[in-house]
Each structure stands twice: as structure tokens, then as C-alpha cells.
């Protein structure tokens, strides 16, 4: 879902904004990309960087996305107390903000 709001993002962002390998987004842009979900293209002087676009068949899937994704929380949280599901969100954000702030060559000493 977040390449509907940050179209023309490349590959680099794309990992530090989900903070996830770059490995792996890398992985998963090629099976995207097999898939026809998203383009990449060549929009800089350098020719390594290639932004990442939504192809015209997934710009009108928005919707859809947003349905089966609001279907999957509501199946694994169903039964869940409110104020536990607000505690969690809190956590998992306090361990994204440090995350982004760890210095990992200083922490694999």
C-alpha cells in the first residue's frame, strides 16, 4: 500500500521507509515486477537508481488492496480487547523509532 502514495520512490527508500533489507525488498520488487504490479524505470543521471511505479492494472486495485488488508486485521485480531490492541500499536512503534536510530556496526561489535 505504500507505493500508492509514494510512486517514483526507489528501491533504497522503499527499505528504509518499511525498514526491511534491502536484500529482500529487492526480492520481493522482482517478483512484483514478474508479476506486472509495478515498472521500474531509469529517471536520474545515474543509471542504478531506477524508480519504482505502479503499473495501470494495480492503479485501480486501491480499493481491493485496502479491503483484503482491512479483512486480514480484523481476522487476527478479532476477540482482541481495544485498549491491548492500542497497547501493542504503541510497542511496535517505540521499537520501529529505535530501529531507525540504531547504529548497527556500533551494535554487532
Known amino acids: 500500500m505504500n507505493m500508492y502514495d509514494n510512486e517514483g520512490i526507489n528501491q533504497e527508500e522503499l527499505s528504509s521507509m518499511l525498514h526491511i533489507d534491502k536484500a529482500a525488498t529487492a526480492r520481493s520488487i522482482k517478483s512484483l515486477e514478474k ?3 509495478i515498472i ?3 529517471k536520474t543521471k545515474d543509471r542504478r537508481v531506477k524508480k519504482l511505479f505502479l503499473t495501470d492494472n ?3 486495485q486501491k480499493e481491493n488492496f485496502s479491503s483484503l488488508i482491512q479483512k486480514w486485521e480484523d481476522f487476527i485480531t478479532e476477540g482482541m ?12 512503534k517505540l521499537m520501529a523509532q529505535k530501529s531507525e536510530i540504531a547504529d548497527f556496526d556500533e551494535f554487532f561489535k
Open 40 to 42: 521500474r524505470e531509469v
Open 81 to 92: 480487547e481495544t485498549e491491548t490492541l492500542t497497547q501493542f500499536s504503541k510497542v511496535i
Open 35 to 37: 508479476k506486472g504490479y
Open 58 to 60: 494495480v492503479k485501480g
